[in-house]
Antibody
């Protein structure tokens, strides 16, 4: 079964850091670009970042550049997102998602991990 | 490009067709339009229902269709069913950035 499982969320204090993980299974992880998307409580989806299949290319939404770092470990089928200097507005559910091979679409999503900054 | 514009909410009766618009999409330097649509039910992760404007992933009902004209993409759901009640998000990928619409809450009366 193709699956993404996020972990690492929880209650964190403002200014602290958190490292979110996304464990992939059921597909060849190293073939796919991967994305992080977040959703604040009661709000819409906000794209955060993507990383290429090799890890050589990364992109971040402009407003979050500098505090967020995406990385991956293809040997262990894992994706990561490190967030530094956490703020209240970072509170939300963080999803990892797999990009289709070729066309653009995020076809597999994890269940999300919740970060509460307070 | 900033966030895409969608109607905040729409409603329809079972069996009807509804169309959700998404304005502000842009094409890449080759003129390609990377628009995708996602359905999100309460408490669940989003699910891809259309990519590249009008292509459906395997397993997605043919009742979902997409189109694009100018800077506006559209999602049409035909033969509305109670299970279609959800939030719908469009997304546009360009210049290594992904932009989501604000989301449309679809209410099935």
């Amino acid at each position: 079964e193709v699956q993404l499982v996020e972990s690492g969320g929880g209650l964190v204090r403002p200014g602290e850091s958190v490292r979110l993980s996304c464990a992939a299974s059921g597909f060849t992880f190293s073939n796919h670009y991967m994305h992080w998307v977040r959703q604040s409580p009661g709000k819409g989806l906000e794209w955060i970042s993507f990383i290429s299949n090799s890890g050589n290319q990364k992109s971040y939404v402009g407003s979050l550049k500098g505090r967020f770092t995406i990385s991956r470990d293809n040997a262990n089928n894992s994706l990561f997102l490190e967030i530094n200097g956490l703020r209240g507005e970072d509170t939300g559910v963080y999803y990892c998602a797999r990009r289709l091979l070729g066309p653009f679409g995020l076809d597999v999503w994890g269940q999300g991990t919740t970060v509460i900054v307070s | 490009q900033s966030a895409l514009t969608q109607p905040a909410s729409l409603s329809g009766s079972p069996g009807q067709s509804i169309t959700i618009s998404c304005s502000g999409t842009t094409r890449d330097s080759h003129g390609y339009n990377y628009v995708s649509w996602y359905q999100q039910r309460p408490g669940k992760a989003p699910q891809l229902i259309l990519y590249d404007v009008k292509s459906r992933p395997s397993g997605v009902s043919s009742r979902f269709s997409g189109s694009s004209s100018g800077d506006t993409a559209s999602l049409t759901i035909s033969g509305l069913q109670a299970e279609d009640e959800a939030d719908y998000y469009c997304a546009s990928y360009t210049s290594d950035n992904l932009f989501f619409g604000g989301g449309t809450k679809l209410i099935v009366l």
